[in-house]
């Protein structure tokens, strides 16, 4: 994405980009059925990661924490796991990744992550629009 972001000449192109990508309808993800229990991930989801990514897991703009419901469960495991070997949020310039890596310990096993996606994949519904 960086490569790409660096390809855009001005702001203008920015917004042209942004305003086309706004127009694309929400595409529900192919389920990974992931073998989590969705009401235990969705009472750690509140707990853990709700305050910053926000009821239903549509993000939270102001505390640049993305959306997560939409997103592909491989894909939301595989940066899970990136966090809690500290591959990810642990540069210095990442100010909006690095709390993820603390966060992540509070997921104890390889469980709780999948009951956290389960919960997540389930919000999927809930897309906002």
């Known amino acids: 994405m960086a490569t790409i972001a660096q390809s855009l000449k001005d702001t203008?192109?920015?917004?042209?980009?942004?305003?086309y990508i706004?127009?694309?309808a929400d595409v529900k993800p192919v389920s990974t059925n992931v073998s989590g229990n969705v009401k235990k991930g969705?009472?750690?989801y509140q707990?853990?990661?709700g305050s910053c990514h926000g009821p239903g897991a549509k993000g939270n703009e102001l505390m640049h924490a993305p959306r997560l419901n939409g997103l592909e469960s491989w894909y939301i495991k595989s940066q899970m796991g990136k966090f809690k070997m500290s591959?990810?949020?642990?540069?210095a310039d990442d100010i909006y990744g690095a709390p993820m890596i603390p966060m992540m310990t509070l997921l104890k096993?390889?469980?709780?992550i999948d009951d956290v996606i389960a919960y997540i994949?389930?919000?999927?519904?809930i897309v906002s629009q």
């Not at 591959?87 to 540069?91: F, T």
Request: glycine share 4%; hydrophobic share 30%; charged share 30%.
């Open 87 to 91: 591959l990810r949020g642990a540069h």
């Open 42 to 44: 969705e009472r750690t």
């Open 12 to 19: 203008t192109e920015m917004q042209d980009l942004i305003a």
């Open 109 to 112: 096993d390889e469980q709780a």
């Open 22 to 24: 706004e127009t694309l």
């Open 121 to 125: 994949e389930s919000t999927v519904s």
């Open 47 to 49: 707990t853990v990661c």
